[in-house]
Nanobody, 113 residues
Framework: QVQLVESGGGLVQPGGSLRLSCAAS????????AGWYRQAPGKQREFVAT???????DYADSVKGRFTISRDNAKNTVYLQMSSLKPEDTAVYYC???????WGQGTQVTVSS
């Protein structure tokens, strides 16, 4: 079993930036793909970004050019750097490991003036 703990969410103004972190409880983290999803109120959970065990990344069209996913295998941590945030980015953000086998508890991101 692997526990994932997200942090870094909060309230930010439109155009601002936030960096989310997701720490895994076991070093087995480093052999799996990791990703971020989000769920806005009244909507289904949606894909945001993913990174392979190496450095290959993929992004939802809605965040391309604004968000960057990265990982530090030495720290068993995956990050999501979010810039040029928009109100429509408001959601609970979840990290995942091994293509959805493991999920974190989520961290709230609110973009509002």
């Amino acid at each position: 079993q692997v526990q994932l703990v997200e942090s870094g969410g909060g309230l930010v103004q439109p155009g601002g930036s936030l960096r989310l972190s997701c720490a895994a409880s076991r070093s087995i983290f480093r052999i799996y793909a990791a990703g971020w999803y989000r769920q806005a109120p009244g909507k289904q959970r949606e894909f945001v970004a993913t990174i392979t065990s190496g450095t290959n990344t993929d992004y939802a069209d809605s965040v391309k050019g604004r968000f960057t996913i990265s990982r530090d295998n030495a720290k068993n941590t995956v990050y999501l750097q979010m810039s040029s945030l928009k109100p429509e980015d408001t959601a609970v953000y979840y990290c995942t490991l091994k293509n959805g086998a493991y999920w974190g508890q989520g961290t709230q991101v609110t973009v509002s003036s």
